[in-house]
């Protein structure tokens, strides 16, 4: 199956960059392009894409408003957010916006890549290095407090996949878990499909969201 992809950025030479590594991928084809989040938008109307690669800084509209926009939709493609700002406020914005992950530009090709196929897939993908900060600067901001989840939503999950959720939301992937929990990777799979299904959610950003928002984890990390 080919992963259709757009790429949006102001800069003509970066998006020739991304095409030129995205075409030489068997399972990739960039399918459209656009120099600013209008011109995203409008594009998207008429252009069946999977993962749209996102810039933050563009004339007429932003990458985090565009991002908004676009996953306001619940049929939207995935978004990735790439930029050359390591800031915790856009990675912040974007994610609460809707997007699945969020990259620096100049991330090694292979790791682009990997990222789009897991976004794709719907894996979240986030730098390790914006993540820790977010946690650590986001987390006591957010309502949930106590122990005990507010959020009746989650009472729909079993145990087993209330544990899982926690362990998303501490950035594991299906394998860690897996390991963690001695299970194997489709099971958790299952799990996290489950999760998914039962409270709403389009992908693994939205867990870790919601998992501190409810105080299911708290600051530091811990369920």
């Not at 399918?31 to 600013?36: I, L």
């Not at 978004?79 to 620096?104: N, Q, R, W």
């Amino acid at each position: 199956m080919t992963i259709r992809v757009m790429l949006v950025d102001d800069q003509v030479l970066l998006r020739t960059g991304f095409r030129m590594v995205l075409a030489a991928q068997p399972d990739m084809e960039v399918v459209a392009e656009a120099g600013d989040g209008v011109e995203a938008i409008r594009v998207l109307e008429s252009t069946a894409v999977d993962v749209v690669l996102m810039d933050v800084r563009m004339p007429k509209l932003d990458g985090v408003e565009a991002t908004r926009r676009i996953c306001a939709d619940p049929d939207a493609p995935k978004v990735l957010i790439l930029t050359t700002f390591d800031l915790d406020e856009y990675a912040f914005s974007a994610l609460k916006a809707g997007a699945s992950g969020f990259m620096l530009k100049d991330v090694p090709p292979g790791e682009l890549l990997a990222a789009i196929r897991a976004v794709h897939s719907g894996d979240a993908v986030v730098a390790p290095s914006t993540t820790r900060r977010l946690l650590d600067r986001f987390a006591p901001m957010l309502p949930g407090t106590t122990k005990e989840p507010q959020h009746k939503a989650l009472q729909r999950l079993t145990e087993r996949e209330r544990e899982v959720m926690v362990l998303v939301a501490q950035g594991l992937s299906n394998g860690e878990i897996a390991a963690r929990l001695v299970l194997s990777e489709a099971t958790v799979k299952t799990h996290v499909g489950r999760i998914l299904t039962k409270l709403g959610l389009r992908d693994r950003v939205q867990v870790v969201v919601l998992a501190y928002e409810t105080g299911l984890v708290r600051a530091g990390g811990h369920g």
